[in-house]
């Protein structure tokens, strides 16, 4: 069980917006830290993808974007393309943990 | 550009110790704004926070491993370093280190290294 939670799978066919959301808890998100978001392609390290909510690293196309309202997140593909195909994941800082705590990954697919 | 790179045996026996070394390039250990952290993942799971280190030394560790780990840093080789002892079957994973950049409500791992699987297995 995760402690920031995430659907196991979304899909959409190429050129389709698809979005994945990221819920936490008062000790994470409620507690005020931002939710970041990974792209994991097969066989290689996550990699940063959006920073505090909503901000990309240099690189990063402007298809993907991150909001935050509340204690939750979410991230948004437009423009969908076979190379997205990946698994997800949030992340934020918990005050419980004083450790970084991840959701359980979502699994994109690119029909 | 920063780059980290994990070592370590890729085995490890059952009830011994599990050591791994990151070692980071391009930047120094000491950067502002900035700590070092572990990260596992088990075959086809997702990510899990191991624990984390500052330059200072100050270490922080997940609850759930807290009993058999120990972090370090060794500011002259630009390395840290993670002891996960008593290991079983449940530690084997792929091991990734990371920089974590840090702000005044954010917490980001911006950079990764490549990650090392590490088996334990008699």
């Known amino acids: 069980q995760s402690v920031l939670t995430q659907p196991p799978s979304v899909s959409g066919a190429p050129g389709q917006r698809v979005t994945i959301s990221c819920t936490g808890s008062?000790?994470?998100?409620?507690?005020?830290?931002?939710i970041h978001w990974y792209q994991q392609l097969p066989g290689t390290a996550p990699k940063l993808l959006i920073f505090?909510?909503?901000n990309r690293p240099s690189g990063v196309p402007d298809r993907f974007s991150g909001s935050k309202s509340g204690t939750s997140a979410s991230l948004a593909i437009t423009g969908l393309q076979a190379e997205d195909e990946a698994h997800y994941y949030c992340?934020?800082?918990?005050?419980?943990?004083?450790?970084?705590?991840f959701g359980g990954g979502t699994k994109l697919t690119v029909l | 550009q920063l780059q980290l790179q994990e070592s370590g045996p890729g085995l490890v026996k059952p009830s011994e110790t599990l050591t791994l070394t990151c070692t980071i390039s391009?930047?120094?250990?000491?950067?502002?704004?900035?700590?070092w952290g572990w990260i596992r993942q088990t075959p086809g799971k997702g990510l899990e926070w191991v624990g984390s280190?500052?330059?200072?030394?100050?270490?922080y560790y997940n609850p759930s491993l807290k009993s058999r780990i120990t972090m370090s840093v060794d500011t002259s080789k630009n390395q840290f370093s993670l002891n996960l002892s008593s290991v079983t079957a449940a530690d084997t994973a792929i091991y990734y280190c990371?920089?974590?950049?840090?702000?005044?409500?954010?917490?980001?791992?911006?950079?990764w290294g490549q990650g090392t699987l590490v088996t334990v297995s008699s």
């Open positions: 990371a920089r974590i950049y840090s702000g005044n409500f954010y917490h980001h791992l911006d950079y």
């Open positions: 391009g930047g120094s250990i000491g950067t502002s704004h900035s700590y």
């Open positions: 280190v500052y330059s200072s030394g100050s270490t």
């Open positions: 008062s000790s994470n998100v409620g507690a005020g830290y931002d």
């Open positions: 505090a909510s909503s």
């Open positions: 992340q934020s800082y918990d005050t419980g943990l004083s450790g970084s705590v």
